[in-house]
């Protein structure tokens, strides 16, 4: 718990000013607050030992008559308290007797009082929710930064469903913590130690029976306090499973229906939210039991307090108006104190349930990164070479002995079965994975050691599986160069055939195309993708199923573009139709992760050839 809260705390550090001045306006606001509770004790003694007199000009005199039994006693107590004015809190009480004479006198002083604790609790309020929220945006901007910047498996190893939930659920969690560490945690040990200097003021004898309560209250509240965290956690990863199961059910919603799954779907969905809901009810047991625990102890030791303060005052050892202020900074300061923390304690337990998990992510680091003596990749010259390359996810191996040479400008066509390993192939040239052997060797140099935004910034692609941004199509295009210029968008929406349909949108380019592009048909998405290729003008292009989508017609526009478009530059492309490329320099055959046979379309139909066998079953009459 302390190293988390201690990294919690980390995240303030920025903004330590702003967190010295909130915690100067909680001492400030306690201070004041003590100071009103310390007037009881004068009015009390002197409302119960005294009577009040007038004076002539009509105020009132807390001052008592005293008889000759009070006389003898009160030389005596002037006796023993010219001893004690030697103390500097002798001098202090004293000089506190001499201004607290007057009921006019205290009213005017809590009046004085009242702006300040105004001003200062209002200010202590704002302070610490601007630091928490503060912090809570950096810590939201970190998890950001570190999680995009993560290799592609570990988001295809990660449920989406699961990150989102962490992004917000665990989120939450962590700001209901934060909001504890700098309310609770801060503020109430300073009123705890107010209300126990001012109940040694009042008292010390029964200030030390107020020690007792402390590890009564303790011991339950550590024991309970790490079911909270335990089963905080786990309800957090069942409502993560959750937040998952929702996410699939409405992303492939046209499934569920077309398919009649949608009592499949609430029976799933009823199961998943019943874990958790179980889960929960063991974190909500573990709080209730923790907060009764707290209210029992709380009500005990206040009746143990009023019950032994009786007694003393019964037995002369103590005034009534410190008997009254003891019970009274007891009661609001000190147990109040007491009780919220315990509260607190399993509260914030419970967020930092969800603060853990969040750091986990934050502990993640990419598997692949720059290495230290990384080069710029300025200039492609030369040829890409496959050196004895081979790759598994996890233990499965998918791309076995892979050796090829690609000479600058040639375009090559990767051809295969399902699960040949075409897709993963092409992974391997912007970095996407690293082979498990081998290398990858642009103008001879492994690209593990070229930087990656560099190697990026020299290679385009455009995918299978087609994504839209939900924003225009200006920015969705613009994605390929973000320099690019209104004029250089449209030329590539020309090439990519999709000018036209834009322009004639009411909002043209600045028409908002829906959550990944739900708004267009398949060809139409295609073919935005392809004119944010063609924007970026890369060396390398990587065109996997690129025209996939497309209607004959468009195909045809399209296919020209890109013709022109790969002139000089380096390209792979994996079609599954074939007819697609047949005028490439060279044809690569996978299959089961091997290289099989290559040559040009001519060359592989000439001959008994696994290409000419797809070739045969796809042009069959």
């Not at 385009?460 to 087609?466: D, E, F, G």
């Not at 600045?510 to 073919?527: A, C, M, N, P």
């Amino acid at each position: 718990m302390i190293g988390e809260c201690a990294r919690l705390f980390s995240y303030a550090k920025p903004h330590w000013k702003m967190v010295l001045l909130t915690l100067l306006c909680m001492g400030l606001f306690t201070l004041f607050i003590g100071a009103q509770l310390a007037l009881i004790k004068p009015v009390i003694d002197r409302l119960i030992k005294g009577e009040t007199t007038k004076y002539s000009s009509g105020r009132y005199s807390l001052q008592k008559k005293e008889n000759s039994e009070d006389a003898i006693s009160s030389l005596k107590r002037k006796t023993i308290s010219r001893a004690k004015e030697t103390t500097f809190i002798s001098k202090a009480e004293k000089l506190f007797r001499k201004y607290t004479n007057s009921f006019t006198f205290i009213g005017v002083i809590v009046a004085i009082m009242a702006p300040f604790i105004f001003a200062f609790n209002y200010l202590q309020t704002y302070l610490k929710n601007h630091v928490m929220w503060s912090v809570l945006m950096d810590i939201r901007n970190h998890l950001c930064e570190h999680i995009l910047p993560q290799s592609l498996s570990y988001f295809e190893n990660k449920k989406s469903g699961e990150l989102i939930s962490r992004l917000t659920n665990d989120i939450n969690a962590t700001q209901f913590g934060l909001s504890i560490l700098f309310d609770s945690i801060l503020l109430q040990p300073m009123r705890l130690l107010c209300g126990l200097g001012l109940a040694f003021y009042f008292s010390w004898k029964l200030s030390l029976f107020t020690f007792i309560l402390f590890p009564i209250v303790i011991i339950p509240v550590l024991v309970f306090g790490r079911k909270i965290k335990k089963h905080g956690r786990r309800s957090l990863m069942h409502l993560g499973e959750l937040t998952d199961a929702m996410r699939e059910m409405f992303s492939g919603i046209r499934t569920v229906k077309a398919f009649k799954m949608e009592d499949e779907e609430i029976v799933e969905f009823k199961t998943i939210n019943s874990r958790f809901f179980k889960r929960m009810m063991l974190t909500v047991k573990a709080k209730a039991l923790n907060s009764s625990t707290t209210e029992f102890i709380y009500s005990l030791g206040l009746a143990a307090i009023i019950i032994v303060g009786g007694y003393v005052i019964s037995s002369k050892t103590i005034s009534p108006g410190s008997l009254a202020g003891f019970v009274t900074v007891t009661a609001f300061l000190i147990l109040t104190s007491i009780k919220k923390l315990a509260k607190s304690y399993g509260k914030l337990q419970e967020s930092l349930a969800g603060a853990s998990r969040v750091f986990e992510l934050l502990d993640q680091h990419p598997t692949i990164t720059d290495n230290p003596n990384a080069i710029e990749l300025k200039k492609i010259e030369g040829q890409i070479t496959f050196n004895n390359v081979n790759f598994a996810y996890d233990t499965i191996p998918v791309l076995k002995d892979i050796n090829l040479t690609v000479q600058k400008g040639q375009i090559i066509a990767i051809v295969g079965e399902s699960g040949a390993g075409k897709s993963t192939l092409l992974d391997l040239v912007p970095r996407f994975y690293d082979p498990v052997n081998g290398s990858i060797k642009i103008d001879d140099t492994d690209i593990r050691l070229i930087k990656r935004d560099s190697l990026l910034g020299k290679i385009a692609i455009v995918c299978q599986q087609t994504f839209l941004f939900n924003r225009s199509f200006k920015d969705n295009i613009l994605c390929g160069r973000r320099d690019a210029s209104t004029e250089e968008i449209q030329d590539a929406a020309k090439a990519a055939n999709i000018h036209k349909f834009i322009i004639n949108l009411p909002k043209g380019y600045d028409t908002i195309v829906g959550e990944q592009g739900v708004k267009l048909s398949g060809g139409q998405k295609q073919r935005v993708t392809i004119a944010r290729a063609i924007l970026k003008n890369a060396p390398i292009l990587i065109l996997d199923e690129a025209t996939s989508s497309l209607d004959s017609e468009s195909e045809k526009l399209v296919q020209e573009a890109l013709d022109n478009l790969m002139k000089g530059k380096t390209t792979f492309v994996i079609a599954h139709r074939l007819s697609t490329i047949r005028h490439a320099d060279r044809i690569v055959v996978l299959k089961n992760g091997c290289i099989i046979e290559t040559g040009t379309h001519d060359e592989l139909i000439n001959k008994e050839s696994e290409y000419k066998r797809q070739h045969s079953i796809q042009f069959k009459k």
